[in-house]
């Protein structure tokens, strides 16, 4: 069974980058999704250029400010030059759309500055200016958008329907971590939010030849997380589930094979290779079919 795990909102700030790297060195992230606004972003694209062998996606929730001078792109931005986006995403219906292709493709450019790369893979919904645009973008720079959806392969720029995507590769989503009530919700956190145990319940001999894509938010607080995020404790409960000594020991004794999104869109070994040339108990025996460390 392959399992990618992904990072959500990357680059958020730089405590938070803190987190998801202690899940990536110490955990199972194979996979992120930088958000290139925030106030972390940098520190994030600066960080990763050391990962390569974690593959990216392209968060766009646009939460920070532009890239480009907030005069270039009045449509986009409040009368503080932030995203106006943030508490209404309707909003987004709204823009100019020749203002949201130049901020999009300065974001690539300035990600490729500064990493030498572009995300692997993106999301857009067929709504208005912003989606259309993001889209005209990807197109540009051939990245992959709608993995978890159906997508575009790199290779062809032609679209596959989620339902053949995932029927090809026969890929799983995890659903949510909660047992009741809501990730936000204090009541029922603590006893109810268990993302290690919903990897953990995986039937692994019933999906043997299945993959998996799970998603989490792992990262440490900081006051502006605090001040202006909905989505808090959950966050260092994910980066605590994704290191959690007795995940690794089930991935291992189920021969759960990590991989990242590269990995399961072109059928690459980039993740396994890596742990291979750190001598991880976590690498697989492709040719094998067994565990480093005898499994």
């Known amino acids: 069974m392959k399992l990618c795990y992904r990072a959500d909102d990357f680059g958020y700030t730089v405590p938070f980058n803190d987190g998801v790297f202690k899940a990536i060195e110490q955990g199972i992230i194979t996979h992120v999704d930088i958000m290139l606004d925030t106030p972390g972003a940098e520190d994030a694209m600066v960080r990763i250029k050391d990962y390569p062998w974690i593959s990216i996606g392209w968060h766009t929730h646009f939460w920070?400010?532009?890239?480009?001078?907030?005069?270039?792109?009045?449509?986009?931005?409040?009368?503080?030059?932030?995203?106006?986006?943030?508490?209404?995403?309707?909003?987004r219906l709204s823009v100019d759309y020749d203002e949201t292709v130049a901020e999009f493709r300065?974001?690539?450019?300035?990600?490729?500055?500064?990493?030498?790369?572009?995300?692997?893979?993106?999301?857009?919904?067929?709504?208005?200016?912003?989606?259309?645009?993001?889209?005209?973008?990807?197109?540009?720079?051939h990245i992959c958008y709608n993995f978890a959806d159906g997508m575009t392969e790199r290779q062809t720029g032609k679209a596959m329907p989620i339902e053949e995507r995932y029927k090809k590769y026969n890929i799983q989503q995890l659903k949510g971590a909660q047992k009741g009530g809501t990730i936000y919700d204090m009541e029922y956190f603590w006893d109810?939010?268990?993302?290690?145990?919903?990897?953990?319940?995986?039937?692994?001999?019933?999906?043997?030849?299945?993959?998996?894509?799970?998603?989490?938010?792992?990262?440490?607080?900081?006051?502006?997380?605090?001040?202006?995020?909905?989505c808090q404790l959950a966050r260092v409960r994910d980066c605590q589930a994704m290191c959690d000594p007795a995940l690794r020991h089930w991935i291992i004794e189920h021969r759960v094979e990590l991989v990242n999104c590269r990995d399961l869109l072109y059928g690459t070994h980039?993740?396994?290779?890596?742990?291979?040339?750190?001598?991880?108990d976590l690498f697989i025996n492709i040719k094998e079919g067994e565990m480093s460390n005898g499994y």
């Open 192 to 230: 109810c939010y268990d993302p290690a145990k919903k990897i953990m319940n995986i039937d692994v001999e019933k999906h043997i030849n299945s993959s998996f894509i799970g998603a989490c938010h792992p990262g440490f607080l900081d006051d502006i997380i605090l001040s202006e995020s909905s």
């Open 64 to 91: 920070g400010r532009p890239v480009l001078d907030p005069a270039l792109v009045p449509s986009m931005v409040n009368e503080e030059g932030k995203f106006k986006f943030r508490k209404d995403q309707s909003l």
């Open 106 to 141: 300065a974001q690539l450019q300035k990600m490729m500055s500064i990493t030498g790369r572009i995300p692997d893979t993106a999301n857009i919904r067929n709504q208005g200016n912003f989606e259309r645009a993001k889209k005209q973008v990807c197109d540009e720079y």
């Open 270 to 280: 980039e993740y396994q290779n890596h742990l291979q040339a750190i001598g991880s």
